[in-house]
């Protein structure tokens, strides 16, 4: 069937290059979006590694046995965990808490003015989230052990 004047037809070398462009653009974008994660990312991981150490502070180190190696992969898959929780929730309201940036403002007329209100990931609210809780708790656990066998001279 032939298109009638002004139409065009689509066809499979159109659709393929729709899908090579759209993979090109896709593919360019991504970096800042990971960049933008791990950056969201770190303070959630600092302020589980400080929990994690202010928690070995208490404890009795001759108690413990720590198996090192076990100790660093569990931190290590954790990270990744925490990385992917982020990027698939960090951007969802619910988990935000809001600050006032008063360097940027715009007018809003009648001599008002109106100021951006900047999202801060918040740990508190994200705890509620079992799923955030469990990860988070599991990273402060392998963090802990890492710092018990730091201490007791084994993690060097």
Sequence with gaps: MRPEPGETELGCAGILLFA????????????????????????????AHKEAINS??????TKYFIDVKSARKDSARMTEHMQKWMDNMSERQ????????????????????????????????AMKDAN?????????????????ARRQGKNK
Excluded: C, W
């Excluded at 070995?56 to 180190?61: E, N, P």
């Excluded at 955030?132 to 018990?148: D, G, H, P, R």
């Design 94 to 125: 619910r988990f935000n808490d809001y600050t006032q940036d008063d360097t940027v403002g715009f007018d809003m007329g009648n001599g008002r003015r109106g100021y951006r209100l900047t999202p801060h990931f918040s740990i508190n609210k």
């Design 20 to 47: 090579a462009i759209s993979a090109v653009v896709y593919f360019t974008n991504d970096k800042p979006r990971k960049d933008y994660i791990k950056e969201q990312t770190k303070p959630v991981l600092n302020q």
């Design 132 to 148: 955030f809780a469990n990860t988070y708790n599991q990273y402060v656990n392998a963090i802990k052990q890492l710092e018990i």
């Design 56 to 61: 070995v502070d208490t404890l009795d180190l």
